[in-house]
C-alpha cells in the first residue's frame, strides 16, 4: 500500500482596499481561482500534475483563512500558482502563507491559533458596525475548524 503525503497549506487571503465577503471566499470560487492559475502559469501538464491531490480543505470568509491540502511532491507548483493569484470576482487579493506543514493536526493548530487572532481583531476593529449575522457566521466557521480531517 503507498502512503499519500500532503502538504497542507494556511494562507491568509488579504483584500486590497475592499472589504471581504462571504460570498466571495468559498471553496468553489478558491479552487476554480487556483485551476485557472494553474492552467496560465504552468499549463495543462502543471494543472494535471497537480489535480488529482488539490482540495481546498477550509475557508473562512470573515476571516480570510483558507487550508489547501496538496501533494509533497506538487506543493511548490500549487503555492506559486496561488501567489501569482491577484483577483477574486474583480477583487484585489494578495495570498500570504501562514504556515506549510506536512500533518493535518499541525495544520489545524495554526489555523485555529491565526483564526482565533483574527477574530478578535475583527471583532475590535469593527465593533458596532459588524452585524450579528456576520459575527455569529465567523465564529461558526471557526467551531468548524477543529473538525477538519483527512
Not at 496538496?70 to 483577483?87: D, G, K, N, P
Not at 504556515?99 to 485555529?112: E, Q, Y
Amino acid at each position: 500500500m503507498v502512503l499519500f503525503r500532503s502538504r497542507y497549506l494556511v494562507l491568509e487571503i488579504v483584500s486590497l482596499g475592499h472589504t471581504l465577503d462571504d460570498s466571495l471566499l468559498t471553496t468553489a470560487v478558491l479552487s476554480s481561482a487556483i485551476h485557472d492559475s494553474l492552467l496560465t502559469n504552468f499549463g495543462e501538464h502543471g494543472l494535471a500534475s497537480s489535480l488529482p491531490s488539490l482540495r481546498v480543505k477550509y475557508v473562512n470568509g470573515a476571516t480570510g483563512l483558507c487550508v489547501v491540502r496538496c501533494s509533497r511532491e506538487q506543493y511548490r507548483t500549487i503555492w506559486a500558482s496561488i501567489t501569482f493569484i491577484t483577483h477574486l470576482h474583480n477583487v484585489p487579493v494578495l495570498f500570504n502563507l501562514l504556515n506549510l506543514s506536512g500533518s493535518i493536526h499541525a495544520c489545524r493548530k495554526a489555523a485555529l491559533l491565526n483564526d482565533t487572532k483574527k477574530l478578535k481583531q475583527l471583532k475590535l476593529v469593527c465593533g458596532t458596525s459588524m452585524t450579528t449575522e456576520q459575527l455569529e457566521l465567523a465564529e461558526s466557521m471557526l467551531t468548524r475548524l477543529p473538525l477538519l480531517e483527512l
